[in-house]
């Protein structure tokens, strides 16, 4: 699953150094749904920041809200007994004893009423907009839905609901993280809708639709693990290819399409989108010739197509797909702080001296 928030260039959001960024990338399209709510005035209402929880991030943490063991908000919340200890579904299931006070699990119930209250915080402090009918106007306006932006930033909007998700399938609760990228993703494109195709808003939707593919492959559906790969690049590539970020999305995402197709046995389609991936990567480094990163990108992408050749056939076109990648490698240089690429250098090169010594490879490096 891609580490790094859609939302925050650099830094992770579960980070508090990554606060600072996050907020600044959310202060334009805060300010812009401030314009909107003015000008649209008759078409929407803007509420207080009274959250009817009495949540402010000053005094009320969402703790109570949260499972003990993925450390995310609460989903399909279930209730041990007898010691009444909440947590979600999938997480629970895999314990005898509560892991908070250790009382055998006699039964598991569904807590509905606390799961209402956490997806109505969800709803009114984590979406960017939602639909809202005025309760003390409900009799007046039956059945009119009003469109209704928060005014408070006390939550980074989509950045907490990826957050969360991240978290969630750290603690292999799959299904919580789906949910809430599914959230996430909605709520983008209904930005599109209304502001287009920005590049800020591509490269948020196209990293979740990435993430949501992860997801799922996780749950073993790769039908539609594909299909959110597939959307993420369709959506990445309506930007200029000019972030390196976004660059190093679309080719993973590319990369793991061709992993499905590869291990689904469809190797003509793997080499399809290992190739693509390859040519992304290549035309980065044409620009980006001293970022280190894209070069040991652009290897493991040479190693994977040349994998993939070995297995139909093309042996010789293989042998010279891996000469190359090991050539790029062996001429990067990098700097003492570049620790981290080093040790990814030195397992890529592992890999493909092993595949020039060694028939047929047994894996393929991974992105």
């Given at each position: ?245 976004i660059i190093h999305t679309l080719s993973v995402s590319l990369n793991k399409i061709g992993d499905l ?26 620009c980006h010739s001293n970022v280190p990163s894209q070069v040991l990108d652009v290897a493991v992408s ?25 050539k790029q490698l062996e001429s990067l240089t990098l700097k003492p702080e570049e620790a981290g690429l ?26």
């Amino acid at each position: 699953m891609t580490p790094v928030c859609p939302f925050a260039k650099a830094p992770r959001p579960d980070d508090a150094a990554s606060r600072k960024a996050v907020e600044n990338s959310a202060k334009p399209q805060a300010e812009h749904d401030g314009d909107k709510a003015k000008s649209d005035s008759m078409d929407s209402a803007s509420i207080p920041p009274k959250c009817p929880f009495g949540y402010d991030a000053q005094s009320f943490k969402i703790g109570p809200l949260s499972c003990m063991i993925c450390q995310a908000l609460l989903f399909e919340c279930s209730k041990c007994t007898p010691c009444s200890h909440v947590y979600c579904k999938a997480c629970i299931s895999r314990f005898k004893d509560c892991p908070l006070c250790g009382a055998d699990i006699e039964k598991i119930e569904a807590d509905t009423t606390l799961q209402d209250v956490v997806d109505r915080f969800i709803e009114g402090h984590a979406r960017i907009k939602r639909s809202h009918t005025n309760s003390d106007k409900e009799e007046d306006e039956a059945g009119e839905n009003k469109k209704v932006i928060y005014e408070d930033v006390s939550m980074e909007r989509g950045a907490f609901l990826v957050q969360q998700a991240m978290r969630a399938f750290r603690a292999q609760n799959v299904e919580s993280a789906k949910s809430r990228l599914s959230l996430c993703a909605e709520d983008i494109r209904d930005q599109i809708e209304r502001m287009g195709n920005t590049s800020e808003l591509c490269s948020q939707l196209g990293a979740v639709l990435g993430m949501l593919g992860d997801c799922c492959r996780a749950m073993g559906d790769t039908d539609a693990a594909v299909a959110y790969f597939a959307d993420s690049v369709e959506f990445l590539m309506k930007l200029p290819m000019d972030d390196l970020e976004i660059i190093h999305t679309l080719s993973v995402s590319l990369n793991k399409i061709g992993d499905l197709k590869y291990y689904g046995g469809d190797l003509q389609a793997a080499r399809c989108y290992y190739v693509r991936s390859l040519n992304v990567r290549r035309d980065a480094v044409k620009c980006h010739s001293n970022v280190p990163s894209q070069v040991l990108d652009v290897a493991v992408s040479l190693a994977k197509v040349a994998d993939v050749d070995r297995s139909i056939g093309n042996e010789d076109v293989a042998v010279d797909g891996f000469q190359e990648a090991i050539k790029q490698l062996e001429s990067l240089t990098l700097k003492p702080e570049e620790a981290g690429l080093g040790q990814r250098r030195l397992s890529v090169l592992e890999f493909l001296n092993n595949q020039l010594s060694e028939k047929p490879p047994e894996s393929t490096p991974k992105v």
